[in-house]
């Protein structure tokens, strides 16, 4: 068996939300209605970008993170949806899709390496520009010898763009070393933030490492 991981320019609405924004969205479809999951701030201005498309059915929210449950699914919406290419070319989908910086990003898994170069030529030949970003056999379904199918990354809630930024300064710059070789406040400085702005993404990013990777150890 064979996976794959690619990202692919996205003007939906889903796209255009996370476009220039510190945004991202991870979304599950049910063939009826969205569910997305929202790592940065849903102001008004996103929630009625995404009535105008989609429609919203209900949500829920907390300072810079949130769930939306939209009436009605984007598939609908737009011809040329990743299912009918994974359909095409026999390979499966991986849930959740997710939208960064106007891009959709997803994994797909298929039984021959094949049937993955076809769907990246169906897309390609349609004028779609991907990339691939990760490739790779699965080898054994023992997840203890073997990488898993889903990536770490995939068990975490995606960090907001800030989030992502501070803790890669972080551990690049040594903070997580013993004894560390930096402090928040010379992070701060090198990101033109403050202190409390540092530790505050700090404290936020490591409780999500921590909420996807504690029940996996």
Known sequence: MHTASFSINDSSAFGE??????????????????LLHVAGPIDEEVLEHLRSTVGIQGQMSRQDEG?????????ERSSGYLEEYAQGSGCLLVAPLRYERGE?????VALKSSQISQ???DLVDDGKRVTVDSKRELESVD????EPLIAPSDMISDFTCR???VLETAHDDGYYELPRKT?????AKKLGIT?????????RGEKKVMDGFVGQI
């Open 67 to 75: 769930i939306i449950v939209t009436e009605g699914c984007l598939r």
């Open 163 to 165: 989030q992502r930024e």
């Open 17 to 34: 939300v996370t476009s220039q924004t510190n945004r991202t969205i991870r979304l599950w479809c049910n063939e009826d209605r969205d």
């Open 183 to 187: 402090t928040t406040a010379e992070i």
């Open 143 to 146: 997840l203890h010898r073997d």
């Open 104 to 108: 959709k990003r997803f994994q797909v």
């Open 119 to 121: 769907f990246y030529h």
């Open 195 to 203: 202190r409390r702005t540092v530790e505050e993404h700090l404290r």
